[in-house]
């Protein structure tokens, strides 16, 4: 086998997103998935290389073997597009990496020093690097977290990732770094050891905690208590009564915070009785730490308890270790207890249980307060014992204080007294958990603010107002807030434990209501599922408290719900619910001719092949999307829009020959609309992509125009004149038809005007206008007319040009192009500045500025505020002036528009002159000096040595 030659090294990062690094800086950006996963897959290979039958098999082993193959071809291809020339060499057999490039990657690196630290013990210097190791290493090919050529390596690394954190853990001492052991060996005894001294050290209420925590973790694991030496250690750090309060973290809760205070000191004196639930996470447990540390602020003594599902130390174990753990003396009950069978134990009726537990809590010396924490998990016949003991408190030296969840429909909490005080906790507050949030991030540390606030706004609406959920998202592995759409582990666990007692029909509907977020209806679930089936699964599912309560229409009760129902579906599971939607939102459509449900049933065609691609479903798919992310776009969403637009052409390549014929001229719209998109969002490079892309695809003459005219709009708004009029003469020269060159000759004529040559462009523009009208081309004809209008007020005949923009306005009010109406109606305001009539001048301006706001196009909108900026300026508002000539430059920066960067500069610096605020305008003066220079535009210099030496910078007459 012959193999290439290439050169340099390739560094491959395969941590997190797959990237490589190129001249250019690191790429992420791949054409399609298979040609990063082609990468990864031999940058983790030991040879580099694999043969393509297994590359077919590990990458496409759900398609045809031909298929398949001929897939292999494709994403080698694509990948050579990314990694550059001569790195990834193929034959009719093999595929490899090139043997005289060096590969280089982030595992490798990770891997070596993990090695190092566990052949001797590691020094302090290196476990901050060991630590954001450890931290990465479950981001091991995230992407691909369920590809099965991916399991082994992730399983290698995940075995040394444990065992480097033991080594690091025995080295540090940290606690931290044995909490890390813990979560790859629950029941780790030595890890345990570390952290029960730890918690004891910071107080009582956290080595309650932390015990409780122990219980928990071996019961759910090993089916057993923790090792007597961990008992003991637990007792006799309690006894010795080490104490350190740490920091309170509560925010909010400010109502349960006063119900808890004004009763702390009643319970503190015994007597009392408390019932605190709520839903999973809501907070329960660390309102009630506060109250247990406020209690013993008070000199009560607090036996703190904590139930465990399917206890195996038996029904009364939690009640046991809370009475054994610093009790002296014998106590038979206390042992009858510890050998308790489901009931009362052998020999103990109900009744005398209750009195005698009553009895050992008597014997106290001192004021106590037992506290229970998850009875929703207690035996039922600890239940019982407990809401007998609720009936006792009153005029007894101790109290009981019980906590447990509201939404366990299986477990119920116990039965309590009237007298017994009951708390429901609620959610956070949006404001109290953004503030919360802040504090758990460090947002006061962070460098990039804007970016904090991001993941801040992020983390409020994905955790719903639960703090727990907050904590877990805010800390995720590493101390760093989970981002996309991960779930933490602990989250994972517990909402899909929430979710297994579900029948067949309700886990339908509820994967119903996920996928079809706010299109969800109980008239939609019945086309799904059945009218009988719903209402059984409504029911169910509120039996269960998994529908939120508040919402008229059916919704999952938390976001983080509907992340782990789509987490857990497989990909033909999805694929089939999004086409079940399809065709239920396509008939409630035609019942009821709604278009927004006609443009969400396209939406799930498309999600069903993205879900599951195959070839029969990629032309409806394509179609589907290619309307729908139009329509997203034009309603001003083009963040939207690029993702349902993207997914659309990679359906559109996956179609056969013959699907791709028939939707041609949509893709080529698709790319259009793409590079609209990219170009709003900032990206003018990925917009010039999408636009070639659609050119090398245009077939009609028209087609053809429409790309050279936004090809040439992308130099035009960098101010760049020449290079727009050269993109159109070269679309002059590729187009014959009358309509298409219509469409070029009115750019060229309005390039011409903007470059002063207005006498030359006037024709042009006229000839274009009569082609559009006369076809009825109400769209193109408002746009020709606007640009024609212009050009007769730049020749001196504004009433002639406001005539025109009126009919302009006509025809697009035929049309359908928003955009253009924004840009007509701010053109009108600049003519009606130029004849005087400021107030209608200002109206026109606003109302355009209004329009272009919500098209989110910042080179327009920059026009525009330009134009405001000499109304406010002729109406004597040189403030309002300098308001809209700021927010342009801030539209304008990163554009490299220098052209109208130096004009706006040398306005506001005469603005500043006039408002006697002369450093500013000395400042702006350079600014626009510099911009001059940048543009190279003999033009521009003229233009801004003219505003700068005049007084009445607007160009309007002096009043």
């Known amino acids: 086998m012959a193999r290439g030659e290439a050169g340099g090294v390739l560094d491959v990062r395969l941590l997190g997103r797959v990237a490589v690094r190129t001249a250019a800086g690191w790429r992420d950006d791949w054409p399609r998935p298979a040609a990063r996963r082609l990468v990864a897959l031999l940058a983790i290979s030991p040879a580099r290389s694999a043969p393509r039958e297994v590359i077919a098999d590990r990458l496409f082993g759900h398609l045809p073997t031909d298929r398949a193959l001929r897939n292999v071809s494709k994403a080698l291809s694509q990948a050579r597009t990314v990694v550059g020339?001569?790195?990834?060499?193929?034959?009719?057999?093999?595929?490899?990496?090139?043997?005289?490039?060096?590969?280089?990657?982030?595992?490798?690196?990770?891997?070596?020093?993990a090695q190092r630290a566990l052949d001797s013990p590691p020094p302090s210097a290196v476990w901050p690097e060991l630590r954001a190791v450890l931290a990465r290493a479950d981001q091991l090919l995230s992407e691909d977290l369920y590809e099965d050529w991916a399991q082994e390596e992730r399983r290698a690394h995940g075995v040394l990732a444990g065992e480097t954190a033991l080594a690091l853990a025995r080295s540090s001492g940290r606690e931290a770094d044995w909490s890390r052991v813990l979560a790859d060996d629950p029941c780790d005894a030595e890890a345990w050891e570390a952290v029960l001294t730890a918690a004891a050290a910071r107080g009582p209420v956290e080595l309650d905690t932390a015990w409780a925590e122990c219980r928990l973790v071996h019961a759910q694991e090993l089916r057993r208590p923790p090792p007597p030496p961990l008992r003991r250690l637990a007792e006799g750090r309690e006894e010795r009564g080490e104490r350190a309060d740490g920091p309170d973290l509560t925010v909010g809760h400010e109502a349960e915070l006063r119900w808890l205070a004004e009763r702390v000191p009643a319970a503190a004196r015994g007597g009392e009785s408390w019932l605190l639930h709520g839903p999973a996470g809501i907070g329960k447990t660390h309102l009630l730490r506060g109250a247990a540390r406020d209690l013993r602020h008070?000199?009560?003594?607090?036996?703190?308890?904590?139930?465990?599902?399917?206890?195996?130390?038996?029904?009364?174990?939690?009640?046991?270790?809370?009475?054994?753990?610093?009790?002296?003396?014998?106590?038979?009950?206390?042992?009858?207890?510890?050998?308790?069978?489901?009931?009362?134990?052998?020999?103990?009726?109900?009744?005398?249980?209750?009195?005698?537990?009553?009895?050992?809590?008597?014997?106290?010396?001192?004021?106590?307060?037992?506290?229970?924490?998850?009875?929703?998990?207690?035996?039922?016949?600890?239940?019982?014992?407990?809401?007998?003991?609720?009936?006792?408190?009153?005029?007894?030296?101790?109290?009981?204080?019980?906590?447990?969840?509201?939404?366990?429909?299986?477990?119920?909490?116990?039965?309590?007294?009237?007298?017994?005080?009951?708390?429901?906790?609620?959610?956070?507050?949006?404001?109290?958990?953004?503030?919360?949030?802040?504090?758990?991030?460090?947002?006061?540390?962070?460098?990039?603010?804007?970016?904090?606030?991001?993941?801040?706004?992020?983390?409020?609406?994905?955790?719903?107002?639960?703090?727990?959920?907050?904590?877990?998202?805010?800390?995720?592995?590493?101390?760093?807030?989970?981002?996309?759409?991960?779930?933490?582990?602990?989250?994972?666990?517990?909402?899909?434990?929430?979710?297994?007692?579900?029948?067949?029909?309700?886990?339908?509907?509820?994967?119903?209501?996920?996928?079809?977020?706010?299109?969800?209806?109980?008239?939609?679930?019945?086309?799904?599922?059945?009218?009988?089936?719903?209402?059984?699964?409504?029911?169910?599912?509120?039996?269960?408290?998994?529908?939120?309560?508040?919402?008229?229409?059916?919704?999952?009760?938390?976001?983080?719900?509907?992340?782990?129902?789509?987490?857990?579906?497989?990909?033909?599971?999805?694929?089939?619910?999004?086409d079940q939607l399809a065709h239920a939102l396509g008939h409630l459509a035609g019942e009821t001719g709604r278009r927004d449900l006609e443009e969400a049933a396209a939406g799930h065609t498309l999600a069903a092949w993205t879900a599951y691609p195959t070839g029969e479903r990629a032309p409806g798919a394509a179609a589907a999307g290619l309307t729908s992310g139009g329509r997203v776009l034009r309603a001003f969403a083009p963040e939207a829009a690029a993702r349902i637009l993207e997914e659309a052409l990679a359906a559109f390549a996956d179609s056969t020959a013959e699907a791709r014929r028939d939707l041609r001229a949509a893709a080529v719209d698709g790319w259009l609309d793409l590079g609209r998109c990219r170009l709003l969002l900032g990206d003018p490079e990925g917009a010039e992509r999408a636009l070639r892309a659609g050119l090398k695809l245009a077939e009609q003459p028209l087609e053809r125009a429409r790309c050279y005219r936004r090809l040439a709009g992308l130099h035009y708004r960098t101010g760049r004149m020449a290079e727009t009029a050269g993109v159109l003469e070269v679309g002059l020269l590729a187009v014959t038809d009358e309509l298409a060159r219509a469409v070029l000759e009115t750019e060229l004529g309005w390039t011409l005007h903007r470059r002063g040559r207005a006498l030359e462009a006037l024709p042009i523009l006229e000839r274009a206008t009569r082609v559009f009208e006369d076809g009825g081309s109400w769209d193109l004809a408002a746009w020709s007319l606007d640009y024609l209008a212009m050009t007769h007020v730049a020749l001196g005949a504004p009433e002639h040009g406001l005539a025109l923009l009126d009919r302009a306005l006509a025809r697009d009010g035929v049309g359908a192009d928003h955009h253009r109406r924004g840009v007509i109606l701010i053109h009108r305001g600049r003519v009606l500045l130029q004849l005087g009539s400021l107030d209608a001048a200002l109206g026109a301006v606003e109302e355009g500025i209004r329009i272009l706001r919500r098209s989110r196009d910042r080179y327009v909108l920059s026009v525009g505020l330009r134009i405001a900026a000499d109304v406010h300026e002729a109406r004597g508002d040189p403030a309002g002036a300098v308001r809209a000539r700021t927010e342009e430059l801030n539209l304008l920066r990163g554009t490299a528009n220098h052209r109208h960067a130096a004009v706006a500069q040398a306005h506001l610096a005469s603005l500043y002159r006039r408002l006697g605020r002369p450093e500013e305008a000395d400042r702006a003066a350079r600014a626009a000096q510099d911009a001059v220079e940048r543009s190279a535009d003999p033009d521009v210099a003229e233009e801004v040595a003219r505003r700068l030496a005049d007084g009445n910078t607007a160009g309007t007459p002096d009043s």
């Open 85 to 113: 020339p001569g790195v990834l060499l193929g034959d009719s057999v093999t595929v490899w990496i090139a043997g005289s490039v060096e590969v280089r990657t982030d595992l490798a690196r990770d891997t070596e020093l």
């Open 298 to 578: 008070q000199g009560c003594l607090v036996r703190w308890a904590t139930c465990v599902a399917d206890d195996k130390g038996g029904p009364f174990a939690p009640l046991v270790s809370a009475l054994r753990l610093g009790h002296t003396g014998s106590r038979p009950v206390i042992q009858a207890l510890e050998r308790g069978r489901p009931g009362s134990p052998q020999g103990w009726s109900a009744v005398r249980l209750a009195d005698d537990v009553a009895a050992v809590l008597d014997a106290y010396a001192e004021p106590l307060a037992l506290v229970v924490d998850d009875v929703h998990w207690a035996d039922a016949a600890l239940r019982s014992l407990l809401s007998r003991l609720c009936t006792f408190t009153n005029g007894r030296r101790w109290s009981l204080l019980l906590a447990g969840r509201s939404d366990e429909s299986d477990h119920p909490l116990p039965t309590v007294p009237s007298t017994t005080a009951t708390l429901r906790i609620t959610p956070l507050t949006s404001q109290e958990t953004a503030r919360l949030a802040r504090r758990l991030i460090d947002q006061d540390r962070a460098t990039d603010p804007v970016a904090s606030e991001s993941v801040v706004q992020s983390l409020v609406a994905r955790s719903g107002g639960n703090p727990f959920f907050l904590t877990e998202l805010a800390r995720g592995a590493g101390g760093a807030p989970v981002a996309g759409g991960d779930i933490p582990e602990r989250i994972h666990v517990l909402l899909r434990r929430r979710l297994s007692p579900l029948s067949t029909t309700s886990r339908q509907v509820l994967e119903v209501l996920t996928l079809a977020a706010e299109r969800a209806t109980v008239p939609l679930l019945v086309h799904v599922v059945g009218e009988q089936e719903v209402d059984r699964a409504l029911g169910e599912l509120r039996l269960h408290s998994l529908l939120d309560p508040v919402s008229p229409a059916p919704r999952p009760v938390h976001p983080l719900l509907r992340e782990v129902v789509v987490a857990d579906l497989t990909a033909v599971r999805a694929c089939e619910l999004h």
